[in-house]
């Protein structure tokens, strides 16, 4: 079985996540904020997109983000388990047509 990947467009994912970041500083004056979002990342040299999950724990100090700390997870098993779930979720696994 042979799923079809998804069209790689999450650039726009990330900017929005540090944008989100950057500029609700308000909220958070003072405190620290936890921002999480999944995208596909690839290397110059690879074609192939791998799940990535991106953690950031910001710190800010009179409205400005003083300091960041995150991790890069790979979650490609995980997602490649989910959209395998889903096809045999809607599709018949003898006949390969739709269950609905």
Same mark, same amino acid.
């Given at each position: 079985?042979a ?7 999450d650039l726009?994912?990330f900017r929005?996540f540090?944008?989100k970041?950057? @500029?609700?500083s308000s909220?958070?004056?003072g405190? &620290?904020?936890n921002?999480?979002? #999944?995208i596909?990342?690839?290397?110059? #040299? ?6 990535s999950e991106?953690h950031?724990?910001t710190y800010f ?7 960041? $700390?995150g991790n890069?997870?790979?979650i ?5 388990w989910?959209q395998r779930?889903e @096809?045999?979720? $809607?599709?018949?696994k003898? &006949?390969?047509?739709?269950n609905?």
């Amino acid at each position: 079985m042979a799923l079809r990947p998804y069209p790689p467009n999450d650039l726009h994912i990330f900017r929005y996540f540090l944008h989100k970041i950057y @500029h609700s500083s308000s909220r958070y004056w003072g405190r &620290t904020c936890n921002q999480t979002c #999944k995208i596909r990342i690839r290397s110059h #040299k690879k074609t192939d997109y791998l799940w990535s999950e991106i953690h950031i724990i910001t710190y800010f100090d009179d409205h400005q983000p003083v300091i960041a $700390f995150g991790n890069l997870r790979n979650i490609q098993a995980q997602k490649l388990w989910q959209q395998r779930i889903e @096809h045999e979720a $809607f599709f018949d696994k003898l &006949t390969g047509l739709l269950n609905k």
